[in-house]
């Protein structure tokens, strides 16, 4: 599978503290059955400085254990004021930008935050939006949609790692179509989760929507081509099905890093 979301690179951001890090990521994305990773470290200007270095190790690394590595960041649109648009970090080289909202969720700053974007011509690919619009969810999924914008829901999210507010909303934006892309997020070796959130869509949800958000989406990405969205109406059995598990299914163990 391929990763678009991962914070692997040592020593940039709140992710991989170090080589160590790296290599225990590295490892445990391999038994996720990991192919591909993009280097999504969070955007700073001392990030952005120290990330080709610390790329250009990781690259060599991974090669080792069989993974390709792309490049990428994730980018707060708070901080949209100290990017160089001109020298954005696009996903995998694409015209997709990896965008977290956490800072500013109102429909106003998300409308301003995408324009920006597409006035420099970034397609911009919304992270975990079901950590960030609890209370707001029909309204800024439909805000979004109209914008273009795609959606990637983390793997935790689904395995229940932040908890049951969260997978409930995670199941909510699959339930009506609205989930692109599945990715780890991992900021340490215990988030790689793909291959268990996998498993758990596959009890509730059609194969051809899984492997959309799990294979074919990611595949596009970082092509560079369209992705596509499922728009199937759920059955009265799997909305009972994920009625059930939202509320009543265990959660995974919740982990330390939530950042
Ligand atoms: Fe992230």
Redesign the pocket.
């Known amino acids: 599978m391929i990763d678009l ?1 991962c ?1 692997i690179l040592p020593g940039i951001d709140d992710g991989a503290r170090d080589l160590a890090d790296t290599l225990d990521m590295l490892e445990a994305a391999r038994h996720d059955a990991i192919k591909v990773i993009v280097c ?1 470290s ?1 955007f700073s200007p001392d990030a952005d400085s120290a990330y080709d270095e610390a790329f250009d190790e990781v690259q060599e690394l991974a090669r080792r254990d069989g993974i390709k590595v792309c490049s990428g960041m ?1 980018y707060d649109s708070a901080a949209f004021g100290e990017v160089n648009f001109s020298r954005v970090r696009r996903l995998a080289g694409t015209d997709y930008i ?1 965008v ?1 909202f956490r800072s500013n969720t109102s429909p106003e700053a998300v409308r301003l935050a995408v324009y920006k974007l597409n006035v420099h011509g970034l397609q911009p690919v919304a ?2 939006p079901e950590r960030l619009f609890y209370d707001d969810l029909p309204r800024m999924v439909k805000l979004l949609d109209k914008l273009g914008v795609k959606l990637q829901i983390n793997a935790r999210s689904i395995t229940g790692g932040y908890g049951r507010r969260t997978r409930k909303a995670a199941f909510w934006l699959l339930m009506h179509g609205a989930c692109h892309l599945v990715a780890n ?1 991992a ?1 340490r070796k215990d988030g790689f989760r793909m291959c268990e959130a996998r498993h758990l869509l596959s009890l509730f949800f059609p194969d051809e929507y899984v492997r959309l958000v799990f294979d074919e989406n990611p595949a596009a990405l970082v092509a560079g081509q369209p992705l596509n969205s499922f728009r199937t109406a759920p059955t009265l059995r799997q909305r009972i099905g994920v009625w059930f598990f939202t509320r009543f299914g265990k959660c995974s163990k919740r982990h330390k890093k939530e ?1």
Do not use: Q, R
């Open positions: 979301h914070h999504t969070h994730e990896l977290d992270a975990h997020d900021h950042a």
